[in-house]
């Protein structure tokens, strides 16, 4: 056989959709793929109707010579404009006039509108974005001929990733006498993607100014910026590796175009091909763009830009909004006075609400500079002109995230199923992709709502159907010895094929099967896992692995599992991967080996052709896009020398820290509602537009990007003989907050219909609170309380149809009509057969079956019940939450909240070799890898954590106590009643008193106190005590064990002014043995195995009780404080009856 196609042959591009493929496009957001090439525009000799013009747009139409300057605020007609006055130069004049914007998307759309309305079929508009024009200027034949690099063809154009991922690559070079040696202070900086990313935009951002390196070392000279000085050399090193690939960038590709046009021939020669230059949004446009068009206008061609410097929102690239205000003084006339300039105030998009939004929000944006001869803001939007609906303007606050998203999903399907907005004509925005739009497209694809997330939204390495694909270049590359949790990643993966649940049995099976093999008269299945030779994952990765190894324990399960054939199959693919990157084949390759060698590219396919009627398909869709997009960067990375390597390509991906461009806006199809960032909704507009999370601490996003390098300190200063290169100030607090204002003002203008923000307030441990942007909308915000009763969704009907069918509480007519719906519900299918509400058949439900019992007890005959002090109070609150958060392990993720109590008890355990200010300096050290909700949140948790340990302070000064130790671990049997209990566990503190006793303090970290009423009869205090008396800690108390009591130091709860923490003191164990009968308070449907008066203290009781239960295997939910943050709430029996105290 010969070697396969190449990734283009041997995977569609594009999205699968009954049998049709859609075509390729690229864009040039951020920077990504843009090749300038036209895109034929078909049916173009129609010509399409005139719009109506204001007086201004006529105006920008019938301009014929010289410069002029359009602004208008949103809707305002500017766009319009440009495409009328463009068409007319294509039906009137000899050469097609240069039309440039801001994106790869609003150039195809510029195209095709300048194109209808021209009603020419053969000449056409020259549309791009000033990156195209830039390629389509070095591919000029004269500037081919004189290549003095000696490539003779264009150079390779670089997106984002991987110019980022060129200087992790020159960063990393640590050999004697090669690469850039550092200054010490960022010497640790250098491994990370944080300092990649900021010498990026240092290089970026000289290039953007006309710098080269030499000028980036001379004025880090000046300044006695060493790193600026290394940064210079590193750019002329970056530089020349590119010109040795015939790679390029951005900034580089706009800069060298803007050099050749230095040449007269060559400006000529560009400039004789258009008849006129128009630009869209030329507030984006930065320094050396600006340049550029100004060499290519000259004097002879007519300039019109349009823009509003309120929308400048791409400062983090250069543009800066005082460009377009100085347009009119750069850009003058013949005759050496200023362009003029048109203003268009009516907006033809925002009715009377939104246009009173647009207002207060702008009124709160400063102006540089005025505009010549123009009247302060006057071409601010202030009325909407006479064609606009009625519009609605709504802002609604939730109480939670998961909250706010359903309610999302709950508007849109109301605006979708009773006002008959199409999906393609909403859209819900966002400040920031990463963090928001996930969650947000999780959430509206549950609720039944079609999403359309870009796949230039996120990045490459960060799309669910790439990750498995990586993990398993990863696994391929360490085979034999793939980390065990890769393995589990691998199985419950599309290439797996199993979920969670299987992996969970899977390990259980193979535990079971290798005590049987090891032992053959059988031990008890409670076994602690760390008694047994090996655990359930360690098992599963020999499974995968070596399964000749694993045959004895296959032979003692029986019957084979499916999952054990499902691990072993894995395990070959990944087997002949490793063997096939071994023979040297590149990374194309080795993924298309493991793409092919599983079911998941026929279930992706099948799903995605059934389009709009089988759930899943927009995700489907989604998926294969990612995976095209996957062996399209594989393919170049193998076409360019040296990075075809598996371990080059995959630490490349995986490097990809922003969104590539890959030809991936082609998966959107126009069937979803768009999910997107603010930046991206940028001239663009819809019926309905959701601002989703404008939260306080999020946006404004008031943190200082690129603080190390600094960047944006790079500019230009008067010098005696002319501005000279140089270090300015630091953009300040108040030009961020307004770069901040101005992209929450593009964001609430891109409706046409109905603008609805959305924000979270809540009060728990985690706090959030809505930005100050929602005060600055003038609407009167609507608090949401709870979650939608029941969403617009079939799921939900279902739902509830099934509630009150089998709710006796309901009248027999209403549960006879709810089921026969459910009925009709479960006959219906879709044109293949298929099912469309499958949970409405009872035979689904999973109360219609038989309860299922283990084959084998919790606790095995004969051996000891297990309890620690945290189990105790758990299993006493609520024995059903405990069961499955504990035994069942259905609990989710660590809060922030806990892991802030990691952070605390390790500082403490460590707090006597340390003073205070040491104990700041390891909080500060270990803070930044914790995650918060929001950076507000962040530091206020620090600044009361740092309150917290100044008391631990002071209270530690005050102990007269000996300090025996700290996080003391524990493990000691107690006979209670007839049950053998072993408590296990650990003491924050543990001190003897100058009276020889035992004293046990537990830190809390939590935000209240517990009254003092609750602390006689506290369970975990309790058990520390009946632990010191039993003897737990003989090795550190010299076989002392009489107890002096126990301590909780609430360490963020101050006693008013004294700046010590709160204490709670629980009496000696020794002196009172017994609570008071009314104190003693146990569950009336579980005994213990004696009176109360037959234990030796309230202790052995209640682990008598605890006990009772676990033997029993009898876990009811009870109602109580515990409901309060109980995860199994949504599926309690007793929450009906649920008290929150």
Known sequence: MGPEPASSDRMSHGHVDDGHVDG???????????????????????????????????????????????????????????VEAAARV??????????????????????????????????????????????????????????????????????????????????????????????????????????????????????????????????????????????????????????????????????????????????????????????????????????????????????????????SIFGFRGSDPRAILDFCQRFGTDAGEPAPTVLLGASHRLGQGMTAVASAVASRLPLPRPVPGVDGAGFRVTEPATDVDADEVRVDICDSAGAEAEHIADVLRQAHLRDGIAWADMAVLARSGRRTLPGLARALTAAGVPVEVAGDEIALAGEPAVRPLLWALDAVMTWPDVPHDKISDLLTSPLGGLDALDLRRLGRRLRAAQRAVTSPMGTDVSEPVEEASMSSTELIARL??????????????????????????????????????????????????????????????????????????????????????????????????????????????????????????????????????????????????????????????????????????????????????????????????AEERRLFFVAVTRARRRLVVTAVQSTEDEPEQPSRFIDELGVEPRYVRGRPTRPLALGALVAELRRVASDPEETPGLRQAAAARLARLADAGDEDGRPVAPGADPASWWGMRELTRAQDPLIGPGRPVSISPSTLSALLACPRQWFLSRRAKGEMGRSAAANTGNVVHALLEHAETLDIEELHAHLDAVWGRLTFASDQLAEREQ???????????????????????????????????????????????????????????????????????????????????????????????????????AELVYLRVGTGSTGFPTVRIQESLDRQPHLPSEDASSPDDVKGDGAAGSFPTWVHEKLSLAATRIMDEDFPATPGGACRHCAFWSSCPAKGAEVIG
């Open 24 to 82: 390729d496009q690229t864009r040039d957001d951020d920077h990504t793929r843009d090749d300038g090439v036209d895109v034929m525009v078909h049916g173009a000799g129609e010509q399409r109707e005139a719009p109506a013009l204001s007086a201004g747009q006529r105006r920008v139409v019938e301009h014929a010579s010289g410069p002029l300057l359009v602004l208008g605020g949103p809707g305002s007609g500017k766009t319009t404009a440009l």
């Open 90 to 311: 294509l039906r009137e004049g000899a050469l097609p006039p240069l039309v440039l914007t801001y994106s790869r998307r609003a150039a195809v759309e510029l195209r095709t509108r300048i194109t209808a309305r021209s009603g020419r079929s053969g000449e056409m508009a020259q549309v791009f974005t000033v990156h195209g024009l830039c390629l389509s200027i070095l591919r000029q034949p004269q500037v081919l001929a004189g290549d003095s690099g000696g490539h003779g063809e264009p150079p390779r154009l670089l997106t984002a990733p991987q110019q980022e991922f060129r200087v992790r690559e020159l960063l990393a070079v640590d050999e004697p006498g090669v690469g850039v040696t550092w200054p010490e202070t960022v010497q640790e900086a250098l491994p990370t993607q944080a300092f990649a990313a900021e010498l990026r935009t240092v290089i970026a951002r000289a290039r953007q100014l006309g710098m080269d390196g030499a000028d980036l070392a001379e004025v880090g000279e000046r300044a006695g910026r060493p790193e600026w000085v290394c940064a210079g050399t590193f750019m002329e090193e970056y530089l020349e590796v590119l010109g040795f690939e015939n790679a390029i960038d951005y900034p580089e590709l706009v800069h060298r175009a803007r050099l050749l046009l230095a040449d007269d021939e060559i400006a000529a020669t560009v400039r004789g091909r258009f008849g006129a230059v128009f630009v869209d949004e030329f507030q984006e446009l930065d320094a050396a763009q600006v340049s550029l068009l100004q060499r290519l206008v000259g004097t002879e061609l007519p300039l019109v830009v349009a823009g509003d410097p309120d929308q």
């Open 544 to 737: 995968v692995t070596d399964p000749d190894a694993c045959t004895d324990l296959i032979d003692a399960m029986g019957t084979t599992p499916r999952a054990v054939a499902r691990a072993v199959a894995l395990g070959r693919l990944l087997r002949r991967a490793h063997e096939l990157g071994q023979g040297g084949a590149h990374a194309e390759d080795v993924l298309w080996e493991l793409w092919r060698g599983t079911t998941w590219p026929d279930d992706l396919r099948r799903a995605a052709l059934h389009q709009g009627r089988l759930e899943g398909a927009d995700r489907a869709n989604r998926d294969l896009d990612a995976v095209v997009a996957l062996f399209d960067l594989a393919k170049r990375s193998a076409e360019t020398p040296g990075r075809g390597h598996l371990q080059t390509f995959l630490a490349e991906v995986e490097a990809q820290q922003i969104p590539a461009d890959t030809q991936r806006e082609g998966d959107v199809r126009g069937v979803g509602v768009r999910l997107m960032t603010a930046h991206r909704a940028k001239g663009r507009e819809w019926e309905l537009v959701v601002v989703a999370s404008v939260q306080d601490g999020a946006w404004p996003d008031l943190r200082r990007q690129g603080s190390l390098l600094e960047a944006d300190r790079l500019g230009t200063l008067p010098g005696a003989d002319g501005p000279v290169f140089g270090l300015a100030d630091p953009a300040s607090v108040t030009e961020r907050l």
């Open 943 to 1045: 600044s009361e954590i740092e309150a917290g340990l100044e008391r631990f302070a002071r209270w530690r000064r005050e102990r007269t106590g000996t300090l025996l130790g700290t996080e003391l671990e524990f493990r000691v049997p107690v006979q209670c009643g007839s049950h053998q209990v072993m408590l296990s566990g650990k003491v924050d503190r543990l001190e003897q008193d100058p009276d020889g006793a035992l004293r046990v303090i537990d830190f809390k970290t939590g935000r209240t106190a517990i009254g003092r009423s609750e602390v006689p009869g506290h369970e975990q205090l309790g058990v520390y005590q009946l632990a010191v008396q039993q003897g737990a800690f003989d090795d550190h108390t010299g076989g002392e064990r009489r107890v002096a009591g």
